[in-house]
């Protein structure tokens, strides 16, 4: 069965540290792996997604297959980083039967 | 604006009553999907809907159901409301072969 893990539901770090928000899945196929971020519980805003390998806003992720994980890291936190951020994994590769399975979430904190 | 429509924005109902939630996806986007986030559970997917037909159920109770009509709009409707219906609703949506989830600003239900 598809699982998202997110093992920190609270992570606190100082403005300009580091800062990597972990994910792990299980899932037996391809996945599709996504970053939500949720500023206030407003609109859930897509950060990433693994196949564009974009950055935005300074974070980065990498799916390493072998681990399963897909951890959301970025070099020098900003206190506008304070939010809820929600991994996710999409099973359908854009057909009609797809849903999203997210993590628990981490509520990050940054800081001045 | 995420293209993502989602009325009410707030709603506040009382135990036993019943309400109906609408959502407008994204122009060209055939698939719907709603969530309920609360604050014990997360983000819950509920039901997803593709171009008319239901294709996929979740965690969703029996007193909920959901449609979606030709114009591709979506409504939830929600009954014999309990106290812990309350929660954010939110409705996503994703166009057929493209990677990444739309998703609404919530109607935010407070059941008293």
């Known amino acids: 069965a598809q699982r998202v893990t997110q093992p920190e539901k609270l992570l606190s770090v100082f403005k300009g540290a580091p800062v990597e928000l972990k994910c792990n899945y299980s899932?037996?196929?391809?996945?599709?792996l996504f970053w939500y971020v949720q500023y206030s519980r407003q609109r859930l805003q897509l950060l990433l997604r693994?196949?564009s390998r974009e950055s935005i806003k300074g974070f980065t992720a990498d799916l390493n297959k072998g681990e399963t994980s897909f951890h959301l890291k970025k070099p020098f936190a900003q206190e506008e980083d304070s939010a809820m951020y929600y991994c996710?994994?999409?099973?359908?590769?854009?057909?009609?039967?797809?849903?999203?399975?997210f993590g628990r979430g981490t509520q990050l904190t940054v800081w001045p | 604006d995420s293209g993502v429509t989602q009325t009410p924005k707030h709603l506040i109902t009382a135990t036993g009553q019943r309400v109906t939630l609408r959502c407008s996806p994204r122009?060209?986007?055939?698939?719907v999907y709603w969530y309920q986030q609360s604050l014990d559970q997360g983000l819950q997917f509920l039901i997803q809907?593709?171009?008319?037909?239901?294709?996929a159920k979740g965690n969703i109770l029996e007193r909920f159901s959901a449609q979606q009509f030709p114009d591709l709009h979506s409504e939830l409707n929600l009954s014999s409301l309990e106290l812990g219906d309350s929660a954010l609703y939110f409705c996503?949506?994703?166009?057929?072969?493209?990677?990444?989830?739309?998703f609404g600003s919530g109607t935010r239900l407070t059941v008293v």
């Open positions: 122009s060209g986007d055939l698939s």
């Open positions: 693994h196949i």
């Open positions: 809907y593709y171009n008319g037909e239901e294709r």
């Open positions: 996710a994994l999409s099973t359908d590769r854009g057909s009609t039967l797809g849903r999203l399975y």
């Open positions: 996503a949506s994703r166009r057929q072969g493209k990677s990444g989830y739309t």
């Open positions: 899932y037996s196929g391809s996945p599709e």
